[in-house]
């Protein structure tokens, strides 16, 4: 069964540090590979996307995404984190063809000024 | 283009009650997908539409129940409330094609609170 595990249920940097929030799936061949963006009383946005070819990804607001089969994860981060980075990050699964997605548990990002 | 809207933006009802969420897709979506968020468990997938054609369905009881009209609308209907579906409900509309991959949208969500 597909399953993904966002290990930091919180996690906190000053502004101007590195960010790096962890993300390990479980699937049987590559899946597709998301990271989202929550802030509060919003919806989600999407930040970046894998599907195939270049494991490092690049997105929106400055973040990246680097894919690692051999370790199954796909680990977010920024070279440097801005006040308002503040939200709820998730990362998320597809099975390709099954219109079927599988979020983690989330990681909720603060940001120290 | 207009975003995906979901109505009511906010419910409160009792036990045992039933409730009906509602969602628009962006304009020329064919795919809408429900999910429950909840702090503890996240997201978690209820069902999806296409067509009018529930495609795939989540692990949720029979309580929960959707469906989708011919110009893509969608809604999403709990029966017999209990306190555990209090929660955020959140409405996600894509493509939808068959085969690869479609970028969903994402609504604000429905907040239900049952009292």
């Known amino acids: 069964a597909q399953s993904v595990t966002q290990p930091d249920i919180h996690i906190t940097v000053s502004e101007g540090a590195s960010l790096e929030l962890r993300c390990n799936y479980s699937?049987?061949?590559?899946?597709?590979l998301f990271w989202y963006v929550q802030s509060p009383g919003q919806g989600l946005q999407l930040l970046l996307k894998?599907?195939?070819?270049?494991?490092l990804v690049q997105g929106i607001k400055g973040f990246e995404a680097e894919f690692k089969r051999s370790q199954s994860s796909f680990n977010l981060r920024k070279p440097s984190v801005h006040w308002s980075d503040a939200a709820e990050y998730f990362c998320a699964v597809g099975a390709p063809g099954t219109y079927k997605y599988i979020f983690g548990t989330g990681t909720r990002l603060k940001v120290l000024a | 283009k207009a975003g995906v809207t979901q109505t009511p933006r906010y419910l409160i009802k009792t036990r045992g009650q039933q409730v009906t969420l509602s969602c628009s897709p962006i304009?020329?979506?064919?795919?809408v997908s429900w999910y429950q968020q909840t702090p503890g468990q996240g997201l978690q997938f209820l069902f999806e539409y296409f067509s009018e054609t529930q495609r795939n369905k989540g692990n949720f009881p029979g309580r929960f129940s959707g469906r989708q009209f011919s110009n893509s609308r969608s809604e999403m209907n709990v029966s017999t409330l209990e306190l555990g579906d209090s929660a955020l409900y959140l409405c996600?509309?894509?493509?939808?094609?068959?085969?690869?991959?479609?970028?969903?949208?994402f609504g604000p969500g429905t907040r239900l609170t049952v009292l």
């Open positions: 996600a509309s894509s493509g939808g094609t068959s085969g690869g991959y479609n970028e969903q949208f």
């Open positions: 304009s020329g979506h064919r795919s």
């Open positions: 894998y599907f195939s070819g270049d494991t």
């Open positions: 699937y049987g061949a590559t899946p597709y």
